[in-house]
Antibody
């Protein structure tokens, strides 16, 4: 069974960098059939796509966040990571990692992490 | 960005009711439309991909239809575990976007 697990600090100060890692088990992160994605959800609100990475290193970012976001892969650890710089209170949200079947199909998220709440506050 | 709207934003229904949720896209997105269910405190779960393809393990009371810009999620007979928020999502192009959600509440 594929499992994804987010990890990282739950509290980040304004203007600092949010860093999260997603650990994948039950699948190979260099499986060419999938993208590995980050999605966030402010409390009580809808879902926002942050970006995705392919095992080749190809990356797509949401233009609304592109200047502040970096997604990377560590195949040796079966992990992919998210960095978001210069955070503000507007970046407070539950952050999810998810597997995207896009390369082999239409893009859809068939497995999700449980989500991790990141609060931006001094 | 491709905008998605959902209607209604919320609805009240009873167990056994037939429920229909509509998702409209700002442009033709072909078959690149997916549906998710989210319960409080949980990650979304995939119900349907590419308009009408039921994800493995999802009950057959869920179905999807539509084309181009208008899509529908139908629950044929609402069950107690179906009270949740439902999101549509387009994968026609990036940035991938989600609808604002429809909350199905107990009547």
């Amino acid at each position: 069974q594929v499992q994804l697990q987010e990890s990282g600090p739950g509290l980040v100060k304004p203007s600092q960098t949010l860093s999260l890692t997603c650990t994948v088990s039950g699948d190979s992160i260099n499986n060419g059939n999938y993208y590995w994605s980050w999605i966030r959800q402010p409390a009580g609100k809808g879902l926002e796509w942050i970006g995705r990475i392919y095992f080749t290193g190809s990356i797509n970012y949401n233009p609304s966040l592109k200047s502040r976001v970096t997604i990377s892969l560590d195949m040796s650890k079966s992990q992919f990571s998210l960095k978001l710089t210069s955070v503000t209170a507007a970046d407070t949200a539950i952050y999810y990692c998810a597997r995207d079947a896009g390369p082999s199909s239409t893009s859809f998220y068939d497995f999700w992490g449980q989500g991790t709440l990141v609060t931006v506050s001094s | 960005d491709i905008q998605l709207t959902q209607s209604p934003s919320s609805l009240s229904a009873s167990v056994g009711d037939r429920v229909t949720i509509t998702c409209r896209a700002g442009q033709n997105i072909g078959s690149y439309l997916n549906w998710y269910q989210q319960k409080p405190g949980k990650a979304p779960e995939l119900l349907i991909h590419a308009i009408s393809n039921l994800q493995i393990g999802v009950p057959s009371r869920f179905s999807g239809s539509g084309s181009r810009t208008e899509f529908t999620l139908t629950i044929s007979s609402l069950q107690p575990e179906d009270f949740a928020t439902y999101y549509c999502q387009q994968s026609y192009n990036t940035p991938l976007t989600f609808g604002p959600g429809t909350t199905v509440e107990v009547k």
